[in-house]
């Protein structure tokens, strides 16, 4: 089955810096790669997803890369705020199928 | 927030309890899901279900039992637990299952004494 590989696990930045967040999956079949951020005592929320068509996607402050061949990719926050700072999970899916994969998590924390 | 919701938010019970977890989404999915997340691990996929019909089951232990009477409710019966499965319980749905935006329940926090 897949494997989601996420790093770091810790990471803190000054506010305004840029944030970067990497994984790596096994798959090849995998073509779904959403990331969710989840605060402390709430649910994982969507902030932006890719497919395997596509290399970008923006939106706002926040980017995801994918590279299809190193089966890589990561998620960019730039401009970063205090607001910022939760847990981020990456995971890999693909459709048709049934099962999601996710990253251990990677906690930001934002320093004002 | 209200697209997804879970009750109890909160359980405590003993290993020879028999509780339920409820989740009920509003958004007209057709695919539900339950996750297991504890500390320090990665979320773990425990079942699927599409149109009602269970299309996954990750290994887990048969003292977890789902039930999916209709594409809105999905239901978690436990029974006889350990106190590994201390976690926080995540229900999520999605318009079909695999390679599509889930949504999250806020999730039942169990404790098994």
């Known amino acids: 089955g897949e494997n989601v590989e996420q790093h770091p696990s810790t990471l803190s930045v000054q506010e305004g810096d840029s944030a970067v967040i990497k994984c790596t999956y096994s798959?090849?079949?995998?073509?779904?790669f959403p990331w969710y951020k989840q605060e402390l005592g709430k649910r994982p929320q969507l902030i932006i997803d890719?497919?395997?068509?596509?290399g970008e996607k923006k939106d706002q402050r926040i980017a995801v890369t994918l590279n299809k061949t190193a089966k890589h990719f990561s998620l960019h926050i730039t401009e970063t705020q205090p607001e910022d700072s939760a847990v981020y999970f990456c995971?890999?899916?693909?459709?048709?199928?049934?099962?999601?994969?996710f990253g251990t998590g990677t906690s930001l924390t934002v320093i004002p | 927030e209200t697209g997804v919701t879970q009750t109890p938010r909160h359980l405590v019970m003993g290993m020879t309890n028999k509780k339920s977890l409820k989740c009920e989404q509003h958004l007209g999915h057709n695919a539900m899901y339950w996750y297991k997340q504890s500390a320090k691990k990665p979320l773990e996929l425990m079942f699927v279900?599409?149109?009602?019909?269970?299309?996954e089951n990750n290994s887990v232990p048969s003292r977890f039992s789902p039930e999916c009477p209709n594409s809105s409710h999905l239901f978690l019966h436990l029974h006889t637990l350990q106190p590994e499965d201390s976690a926080l319980y995540l229900c999520?749905?999605?318009?079909?299952?695999?390679?599509?935006?889930?949504?999250f329940g806020p999730g039942t926090r169990l404790l098994v004494l």
């Open positions: 798959d090849s079949a995998s073509n779904y």
């Open positions: 279900y599409s149109l009602e019909e269970r299309v």
């Open positions: 995971a890999a899916s693909h459709h048709p199928g049934n099962q999601f994969y």
């Open positions: 890719i497919r395997s068509n596509v």
């Open positions: 999520a749905s999605s318009p079909l299952a695999g390679g599509e935006t889930q949504y």
